[in-house]
């Protein structure tokens, strides 16, 4: 079973929203500090925001004041609301735990027009 469902994703123009989603079925999602990632193309896998088990979240400079990451336990399941989009935020987008990561989910593709 694929430890993680990314969905939410899609072609939006600069300046719109997307809220991505996470379906979590590892066993340790209740302990799991828990972000988001960013693949840019032809760039490596990147970090942008995560959240601790307690929902108290941190932000990379770069989304800081347009993304918002959010957790639900009952749901298991993992959020990041996206405003302001820019070209730059074009990729796709994972989830994972922090801490010895999982094997990686397919990911959900955002695309930001200009």
């Known amino acids: 079973q694929v430890p993680f469902v990314e969905s939410g994703g899609g072609l939006v123009q600069a300046g719109g929203s997307l809220r991505l989603s996470c379906e979590v079925s590892?066993?340790?999602?209740?302990?799991?500090?828990m972000g988001w990632y960013h693949r840019a193309p032809g760039k490596p896998r990147e970090l942008v925001a995560w959240?601790?088990?307690?929902?108290?979240?941190n932000y990379e400079d770069s989304v800081k004041g347009r993304f918002t990451i959010s957790r639900d336990s009952a749901k298991k399941s993992v959020y990041l609301q996206m405003n302001s989009l820019k070209p730059e935020d074009t990729g796709v987008y994972y989830c994972n735990r922090l801490v010895s990561p999982y094997s990686w989910g397919q990911g959900t593709q955002v695309t930001v027009s200009t």
């Open positions: 959240v601790n088990r307690v929902g108290s979240p």
């Open positions: 590892a066993m340790t999602f209740s302990i799991d500090t």
